[in-house]
């Protein structure tokens, strides 16, 4: 059967992906959100759009002026002339007034003049697309559910016979009890506006119809920028299948390598978990800098440090390479971003690693994940929000590491801390502290590694301005991972175990 469907690009990035190619033409939308949600921004970033694109449109008000029409565009760098605009909150703005004036309803005399002013404004520009914005003030004229329900059928036969696309926007304020306007409609997008304890306001949206559409359902994050609403549609792991051939990522650091029977396996997560302090983030960057030094690209996202000291922890890493890690910075290899949780959703922050893996990045480091989750305890599962992140990665044959700290210098074998996350991840890198001799000396050992063999001992690990050293297995001592280390070898064996 031939699809005779077309649709219209809505001029948002990510919503055409949330609806599956955009408005429906000729389609009948309501827009729902509470005041501050972008409801305005969004349908004047559509209507522009449309305008752009050498077609009739019409903006129509009963909320907001046009002055504060024209500032909202102001504010976005946008060009309001050419856009024609029917301002009535003039009207609105008279019906208590009126009502007290007159014998008669304000349904009976403003309704029908302001229904009139509509129709008049439709005449003279002959729109393909129109926003309406005003829906609670066309049910404060109503006055009774009816009516409005009768007002709303007859707006929609009337737009119906002139081919428009219409957008109606209503924020949600004075419901007439169980008489919902979702149901005149052929699509229901519905914008949130929260606020948590800390940090700016979270927005999300979510459809809960859309006719003649193959909408993707659930919540998904959006963000109102200098420039307009930007939508982040929800990442779904299954739609993101690529082939590639697994192969090892070396370390560079032979003794390393060894442990983990050649390296890491590309699309495959890896967790680094330990104390603060004891080397993971350093070895996590071994990885990318091994990797760059051969050409491919990587992705780095801090939560707990900014980039100056990323640059200075890890140029030791980089002492063959002329500029160090700036060197792959400028050259475009490595994408460092600091990310300010407060400040960034989870979609958001999905949409940025998403963009940096379609730029050619094979490896991505997130360090740590302890900043990421802390910032953010009201977002609930959180967690299976990974999952879904870590799965699309590992299809796109992406290596990717998460650091996770635990609280204290020592922590015993197995303990999780306050982050649990090690079911996502097929390799888990654990790092220790133990004292030798009055030293505090950091150890190492591949916990598992579902991709393949590993070693199950214990390796010394040492961090100096020569790089990352990896020793030979600790078989002298036990009890290294319960914190309460116990020297079992020969004395002469004690004495050649040297610090930096």
């Known amino acids: 059967m031939a699809d005779f469907r077309q649709f219209v690009t809505t001029g948002v990035p990510g919503l055409d992906k949330v609806l599956r190619g955009g408005f429906l033409r000729r389609g009948f939308y309501l827009i729902q959100g509470d005041p501050g949600s972008g409801k305005t921004t969004l349908a004047l970033q559509f209507l522009l759009g449309r305008k752009a694109s050498g077609e009739r449109c019409l903006y129509i008000t009963l909320t907001e002026s046009f002055a504060d029409i024209e500032n909202t565009c102001l504010s976005h760098g946008w060009d309001l002339d050419g856009l024609p605009v029917c301002d009535l909150t003039s009207s609105a703005a008279n019906l208590a007034g009126e009502a007290e004036a007159s014998v008669f309803h304000p349904s009976e005399i403003e309704l029908g003049e302001t229904t009139r002013a509509i129709l008049a404004a439709i005449e003279e520009a002959k729109p393909e697309f129109v926003v309406f914005d005003g829906l609670s003030e066309m049910r404060l004229l109503a006055g009774n559910p009816l009516i409005y329900r009768r007002q709303l059928l007859a707006l929609k036969e009337f737009f119906a016979r002139r081919n428009a696309t219409v957008l109606l926007l209503d924020d949600r304020s004075s419901p007439f009890g169980t008489v919902q306007p979702e149901s005149l409609v052929g699509g229901n997008i ?15 949206m979510y459809a809960t119809k859309v006719r003649g559409s193959d909408f993707r359902e659930g919540y998904h994050d959006y963000e109102i920028i200098q420039g307009g609403v930007i939508v982040h549609p929800r990442l779904v792991a299954a739609e993101h299948h690529d082939s590639f051939e697994r192969e090892q990522v070396p370390s560079g650091v032979a003794q390393l390598d060894s442990m983990l029977a050649g390296g890491l396996t590309s699309g495959s997560t890896t967790l680094l978990l330990g104390p603060s302090g004891v080397g993971k983030s350093t070895v996590a960057m071994q990885f990318a800098i ?72 094979t490896i991505v480091v997130i360090d740590s994940l302890n900043g990421y989750l802390n910032a953010m305890p009201e977002d609930r599962f959180l967690t299976t929000h990974l999952h879904e992140l870590f799965s699309y990665l590992n299809q796109k044959g992406v290596t990717t590491m998460m650091v996770v700290a635990q609280h204290g210098m020592v922590v015993s ?34 916990f598992k590694k579902r991709t393949g063999e590993h070693e199950r001992t214990l390796r010394e690990l040492r961090i100096s301005r020569e790089g990352v050293e990896v020793g030979e297995p600790l078989r002298e001592f036990r009890g290294i991972m319960t914190g309460v280390p116990q020297y079992v070898g020969e004395p002469s064996i004690l004495s050649g175990l040297k610090g930096d």
């Open 190 to 204: 519905v914008l949130e506006r929260t606020m948590p304890v800390y940090g700016r306001a979270r927005r999300r």
């Open 413 to 446: 074998a197995g303990a999780a801390g306050d982050v649990d996350v090690s079911y996502l991840a097929d390799t888990v890198l654990l790092f220790r502290y133990f004292e030798a001799r009055g030293e505090i000396k950091q150890a190492l050992s591949v």
């Open 290 to 361: 091994n990797a760059m030094k051969q050409g491919k690209k990587a992705a780095v996202y801090m939560f707990d440090e900014v980039i100056e000291t990323l640059i200075d922890r890890v140029e030791k890493l980089c002492l063959n390479r002329p500029g160090g890690l700036q060197s792959y910075l400028a050259e475009g290899l490595l994408h460092a971003q600091q990310v300010d949780p407060a400040e960034l959703s989870p979609g958001a922050f999905a949409h940025e690693v998403r963009r940096a893996v379609e730029g050619g990045a």
